[in-house]
């Protein structure tokens, strides 16, 4: 019997230094989380560039096609008009012929100035639909000068929007590298008091075997603060209370206002059942005697929003087995600086 109590008294550092690495990894995964959830956010945004970019390529190939489409129409109104320019040719050289043929006779004059009037009118409408053709070569021209325009507008709209999607990714990397900076700051900072705020208990508590640390929480038997069955807190709690209570204090005054930390004491009982009309369980007494803790230090001027209490009954033992021992372990109030 000697020697367990021997091995109970020696503190176990391994299982907290696990602990607190257990606890140090889930949080940065908290806010690891919380910057992939930024990143979904900034993301759809550039998704949304990218589909705005995606149309004015779309419009931009379709009034590549409809310029490609008036340039053909302009080459065959001017292969149209070359061909009426060399009818014209044809024509002009015909009437010369018909106008010297004419000088040959008088009966073959009055045939030749029908000819030549014939002519004369069929270059008229000639000259009419080559002038027809110019006209619409010339709104053709206008055209295909306000395509190009409008190509260029696309051309610089285009580019500005790949500038703002460049700029939107390089600021997505810097949103996330600082993220990633604040965090481990943050992580590294209340680690660091934590490990303070423990140290001073020890100091504090002078290493009394029935006070450990077990992981990331400092561990009181019930018998320390509580008679068996109570939930009222002793002269010797109280006694211990209060030097808990100035640590915390001068720990609340050393943390910076912007790290949202709390201190949660749970609190648990042995397997044994609890039938008191006070206490009809021992999720009754556990929890009470949580919350007589919490007030203790409340009343000792911790403020309350840095405080929780919490009461776990029987459902978290630290030795399964049913024995005095097993029970003495089991009965305890645990203290834990977690941020919230």
Not at 33 to 53: E, G, I, N, R
Not at 208 to 215: A, F, Q, T, Y
Not at 254 to 261: A, G, L, M, R
Request: aromatic share 6%; charged share 25%.
């Amino acid at each position: 019997m000697a020697r367990r109590r021997g091995r109970e008294r020696q503190i176990d550092y391994w299982p907290g230094f696990v602990d607190a690495l257990s606890t140090l990894l889930m949080a940065i995964i908290f806010l690891l989380s919380v910057f992939v959830v930024a990143q979904f956010v900034l993301s759809q945004q550039v998704s949304s560039k990218d589909t705005a970019l995606e149309q004015l390529n779309a419009q931009l190939a379709e009034l590549t096609q409809f310029l490609a489409l008036e340039r053909s129409s302009k080459r065959s109104l001017q292969d149209e008009l070359t061909s009426l320019q060399s009818s014209l040719a044809g024509v002009e050289a015909e009437r010369d012929q018909l106008r010297g043929a004419a000088s040959a006779g008088a009966g073959q004059a009055a045939e030749a100035g029908g000819r030549v009037q014939a002519l004369g009118d069929e270059l008229g409408q000639q000259k009419e639909i080559s002038s027809r053709a110019l006209a619409q070569v010339e709104l053709l021209n206008q055209q295909i000068g306000a395509l190009r325009r409008q190509i260029g507008a696309l051309e610089e709209a285009l580019e500005a929007s790949e500038s703002r999607g460049r700029e939107s990714q390089a600021r997505i990397a810097d949103l996330g590298s600082r993220l990633n900076v604040a965090l481990a700051q943050r992580v590294q900072e209340l680690a660091r008091y934590r490990s303070d705020f423990f140290g001073r208990l020890r100091e504090i508590l002078a290493n009394r075997p029935e006070i450990r640390v077990v992981g990331d929480r400092f561990v009181f038997q019930s018998e320390v603060f509580f008679e068996g069955g109570s939930a009222l807190v002793s002269a010797s709690g109280i006694e211990q209370l209060g030097k808990l209570a100035d640590a915390l204090l001068e720990l609340t005054r050393e943390i910076p206002s912007d790290i949202n930390w709390v201190l949660r004491v749970d609190g648990h009982t042995d397997k044994r059942p609890q039938r008191s009309a006070l206490y009809p369980s021992n999720w009754e007494l556990s929890s009470a005697r949580a919350i007589e803790v919490v007030k203790y230090l409340v009343s000792r001027g911790v403020p309350p929003q840095r405080l929780v209490a919490a009461g776990f009954g029987e459902h978290q033992p630290l030795d399964p087995a049913d024995s005095d021992e097993a029970y003495a372990r089991n009965r305890r109030i645990e203290l834990k600086l977690t941020e919230r």
